[in-house]
């Protein structure tokens, strides 16, 4: 990261050939219009940046536009500066001219992006109108996927391609919001990220809710999962007014488990109604990467979590699966039980299931390395590559009814992954979800949710 300045989210650098809009996409951005561009072939300008505040964030534009008074983008010096500007960022938008189409130029310029393996947007500029959009896809010879067709004169496709920026910085920064759960990102959240002396770091620690009914021995989980060590264990604000994270040493990194209070306490704290529970447990879940899911054995899985694990899978989280008491289980209910696991609990697909007793401590060593496993996948980046081998060979192999097809389709983001799908039509639900197993199985991402965004073109 390159990012500098309280509150700023990250750096753009606007690239590419003379005359394609860098510089007209530059004032769109920042929302100035430049009284005049000088036009004098020759000239060279200064890097301009300017900061903008686009789609809730703050963030830093680099226009690199008048570096390259020449036809030839990579004329001497130019090569250089342009390989500057795209160092000096967080990520790189590089625009094309779609009434030109792929030129040469495009590709050098194409190349040094490739080589700097900063993350890229393609905007394919001067799309004034929709009869041009089907002449972006040219631009996938790049090789740098996601084409947004936008037209920096009428401001046209510019707010999507600044969502996908904003997007794509928080992916890397390591960030975990998610719109999953409809929040909407906005200036609050980065104040809280950057200012008021916290450490950002904090930002980064995966986050853990523990959540389950009550009586189904989330406190003796928990007091066992951070009960020996006690140089391990550290307190701290959480994000609600009355709210305590714990953060706990792993052998793989600190882990914040979030909304804590009442789990530390040996007496039950007076708002463990089932009501008020419910509504900090949808909390923490907002705020987590992997919930933790208690079930009590000995009663089996009640609707109530089911409906925890759905409200998991919608707020976004990874889920590992606690059946916890085993100690009081015989055979007979322990064949059974994982039976109504299957039947109830099928949805969260490939989620880890662990049988432990946190009253006797069996099992519990299981707990944080599963945690760290569904971690992993959950902050997975998948090559944009392979994701669309997966795809073609999945629409080969079951092509969606009513002619629809994925013509292209990237990882936009990650926490959890999240995959942008181009396709011709609108496609049907029923299909969608056959291409979500498809890609969870295929990719390795068994115990975290996974977005699908469709955009038709
Ligand atoms: P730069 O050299 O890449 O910075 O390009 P400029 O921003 O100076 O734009 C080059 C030319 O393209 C100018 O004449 C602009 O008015 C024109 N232009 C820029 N954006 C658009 C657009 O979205 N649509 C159309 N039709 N023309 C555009
Ligand atoms: P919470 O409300 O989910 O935090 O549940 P607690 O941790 O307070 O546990 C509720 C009751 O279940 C307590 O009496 C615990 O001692 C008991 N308990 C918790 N885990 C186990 C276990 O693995 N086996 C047995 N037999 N009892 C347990």
């Not at 999240?418 to 049907?428: D, G, H, I």
Request: net charge negative.
């Amino acid at each position: 990261m390159n990012s500098t300045g309280t509150g700023v989210l990250g750096r753009v650098a606007i690239v590419g050939r003379p005359n394609v809009g860098k510089s007209t996409l530059f004032n769109r951005i920042v929302g100035r219009r430049e009284a005049i561009v000088e036009e004098m072939p020759g000239v060279t300008r200064d890097r301009k940046e300017s900061e903008a505040e686009v789609a809730g964030a703050r963030i830093i534009v680099l226009d690199t536009g008048g570096l390259t008074g020449e036809s030839d983008p990579l004329a001497a010096g130019v090569d250089r500066q342009v390989h500057e500007a795209i160092q000096a960022s967080d990520l790189a938008i590089l625009v094309v001219d779609v009434t030109v189409g792929p030129t040469e130029g495009d590709a050098k310029v194409a190349d040094l992006l490739h080589r700097s393996e900063k993350p890229v947007l393609v905007a394919v500029n001067k799309v004034d109108d929709a009869s041009r959009e089907q002449d972006i896809w040219a631009f996938l010879s790049l090789g740098l996927g996601e084409p947004f067709p936008v037209s920096a004169m009428h401001g046209r496709g510019v707010e999507d391609l600044l969502d996908e920026v904003v997007g794509l910085l928080r992916a890397s920064r390591g960030d975990t919001h998610h719109e999953a759960a409809g929040e909407s990102v906005g200036e609050a959240d980065e104040r809280v990220a950057d200012g008021e002396g916290r450490d950002p770091r904090e930002e980064h620690e995966p986050r853990v809710a523990l959540v389950g009914r009550p009586n189904v021995g989330k406190s003796t989980l928990f007091n066992r999962l951070v009960g020996e060590d006690r140089s391990l264990v550290h307190d701290m604000p959480g994000t609600t007014r009355d709210a305590v994270d714990t953060l706990l040493e792993t052998p793989r990194g600190p882990v914040r488990f979030v909304d804590t209070a009442g789990l530390r306490k040996r007496s039950r704290v007076d708002d463990s109604t089932e009501f008020y529970a419910g509504l900090r447990a949808r909390e923490a879940m907002r705020r987590a990467d992997v919930a933790l899911l208690v079930i009590d054995a000995t009663e089996g899985v009640t609707h109530q979590d089911q409906n925890i694990a759905e409200y998991a899978t919608d707020a976004g989280c990874g889920v590992v699966i606690v059946l916890n008491k085993w100690d009081l289980v015989d055979s007979e209910a322990r064949a059974e039980l994982e039976g109504e696991v299957r039947e109830r609990l099928g949805f969260l697909v490939g989620a880890p299931i662990l049988r432990v007793s946190a009253l006797t401590g069996r099992g519990v060593a299981k707990v944080m390395p599963a945690v760290w496993s569904v971690l992993d996948r959950y902050r997975a980046r998948v090559n944009t590559a392979l994701v669309n081998r997966v795809i073609r060979v999945a629409q080969a192999r079951h092509p969606a009814p009513g002619g629809g097809r994925v013509l292209y389709a990237t990882q936009g983001a990650a926490n959890p992954p999240t995959f942008t799908l181009w396709s011709n039509r609108r496609l049907p639900r029923d299909w969608l979800r056959y291409l979500e197993n498809t890609l969870r199985r295929e990719l390795h991402l068994e115990g975290t949710p996974l977005r699908l965004r469709v955009r038709v073109r």
